[in-house]
């Protein structure tokens, strides 16, 4: 009779995987079901748009950087907008401000709902995906109200917005939110309770407090562990510190801690849209009064030489931005996201550099999974919610 | 911001190598020399009055062809003194390299391979030094200011790498090893 003997074994999981979030490959060593240990490999979707961005004007880097994290568009254009105010010296108005803040809140809520909608899906509720990705449909459809684009809208411009918010907009916006109290009930009564769900994610791919802030993750998932920090709260922009709006936080740090965080991160958006809602006048001034930056409105263009000349320069040399650095941090739907944006004083960036909050998630990875049974390993990934386009950019 | 009081913690804590620089966002900027970088960084981390306990990026700039060359670039968070702070190295063109930080902030280890990947500044040290994002066959470094851009290349493969069974066996276990000794 042959000796019985007991090898460990490898599995390469994705880089083409249904539940791996785009291209992550994972190289597993198993002993049975328990995971040994975990290397990612990353770097499929890299498409070079911090070199690309070298190359371009500065309102022609927008559509790229909203390309990045392409769950949430418009949390990344605002950062870099915000990024380039910063070194133009520019303030902008207080109506953009709120626009601005509700665009980021629906943009928050937009990306939770996908992450919820693919998490669940993972762990075998499928009816989720399907009950969330109807209501972000009607976020599209806003996107697609202002913009004439569902997901990479562009509408926010280095200055302000690029034109004023449509007619229908705040009814658009107050259908949804009406709407979407229920629903987010109804999604928690689909898993909040649910003995499958529970039992797949309580004490499932759990990161401590110190592990959490040792691997830079700014965000959700060091909430849902216990660190209070939130970009919003702490180092206030886009006039945040006048809402009244709540950090919500978890101590388990395993992957219901994050899916409580992120459901109730999405109340605390809609309070923070009903707010920045009220604050918007349906019309009025939409980017700043700086001929060298904003275009002028359609009409004069038409109509007026000056107006057509300041149309030319801007679209065909944009404008200078003084030369310095500037790094401002938003919290984006994945964490701390910001630009450090180096200009050299010309009309084009001179280095673009993305903070990726989903590259950090995903370094940590390999904390939360080892030991961990192969099974869990997909809860785990759904739980960070981490976008390859981010990673890789 | 009060970046003076910020200064004067700093110099209290290591002195005379921070040398402060104006900055117009939210960040104290300051540049320090590259031989001391761990030292500092340890510093900034454990001291209580400082408490940068977060790594939130690491990045450089090439100002090529300006000598020296290269900026390397850390932003650091404190949470409970809701501080921000960057830390900045210049490095020559000629010899860029620096001593890691991923002992002191584990979150180093990507963002320092990201630079070698894209800026072939070296991290002495570093515990994985291989590319992150390119190919690892990638001959050059993008993101400097000399690398080509809008150019036609032919399109090139690398040769299959041809082991035999035996081989590939030894690769895994080899592979499997090294990261069990690195864990460890």
Known sequence: ?393 | MDSSALIDLLEGAVPGVFEAVASVDLQTTVYVPRERVVEIAQALRDRPELGFEFLAEVTAVDYWPREPRFELVYVLVSIEHRRRLRLKVRLPGADPHVATVSGIWPAANWLEREVWDMFGIAFDGHPDPRRLLMPEDWDGFPLRKDFPVQIRRPAYAAEPLQVTEQEFRQNVQRDRLSRQGHEG
């Open chain 1, 1 to 393: 009779m042959p000796a019985v003997r007991t090898e460990t074994m490898t599995v390469n999981m994705g880089p083409q995987h249904p539940s791996t979030h785009g291209v992550l490959r994972l190289v597993l060593e198993l002993d049975g079901e328990t995971v040994l240990s975990a290397a990612p490999t990353i770097g499929y979707l890299h498409t070079g748009i911090e070199k690309t961005a070298e190359q371009k004007k500065w309102q022609q880097v927008i559509p790229l950087v909203e390309r990045m994290d392409y769950l949430s568009a418009q949390s990344n254009s605002m950062a870099f907008c915000m990024s380039v105010e910063k070194l133009l010296g520019v303030e902008i108005p207080e109506r953009v401000k709120n626009i601005r803040v509700l665009l980021a809140e629906l943009q928050r809520i937009n990306s939770h709902l996908v992450w919820l909608g693919t998490h669940g899906m993972e762990v075998g509720a499928v009816s989720v995906m399907l009950y969330c990705f109807r209501e972000r449909e009607l976020l599209l459809n806003i996107n697609e109200m202002i913009a004439g684009f569902r997901l990479f809208p562009s509408y926010m411009r280095v200055g302000g917005l690029r034109e004023d918010l449509p007619r229908g907009f705040h009814e658009a916006v107050l259908a949804f939110l009406d709407r979407f109290a229920g629903k987010l009930d109804e999604y928690e009564d689909l898993l909040t309770k649910n003995e499958i769900y529970l039992k797949r994610t309580i004490g499932v791919g759990a990161i401590s407090k110190e592990n959490a802030i040792a691997y830079g993750l700014l965000g959700p998932i060091a909430r849902a562990a216990g660190v209070a920090y939130d970009v919003r709260k702490a180092f206030p922009y886009m006039g945040y510190e006048t809402y009244d709006f709540a950090v919500p936080t978890a101590t388990a740090g395993d992957v219901y801690a994050r899916y409580t965080v992120r459901v109730a991160e999405m109340r605390e958006s809609m309070k923070l849209c009903r707010q920045a809602l009220a604050r918007i006048s349906p019309t009025g001034q939409y980017a700043i009064d700086d001929p060298r930056i904003t275009p002028p409105p359609k009409d004069r263009v038409y109509t007026e030489m000056e107006a057509l000349i300041q149309h030319f320069l801007i679209y065909s040399q944009g404008f200078s931005v003084p030369a310095g650095e500037a790094y401002v941090p938003v919290e984006g739907p994945r964490g701390e996201q910001g630009f450090h944006v180096v200009s050299d004083g010309t009309n084009r960036p001179w280095r673009v550099k993305s903070r990726a909050p989903s590259l950090l998630a995903c370094q940590a990875l390999e904390q939360m999974i080892v030991g961990g049974l192969i099974a869990d390993v997909i809860a785990v990934i759904g739980s960070i919610d981490v976008v390859m386009g981010d990673v890789d950019r």
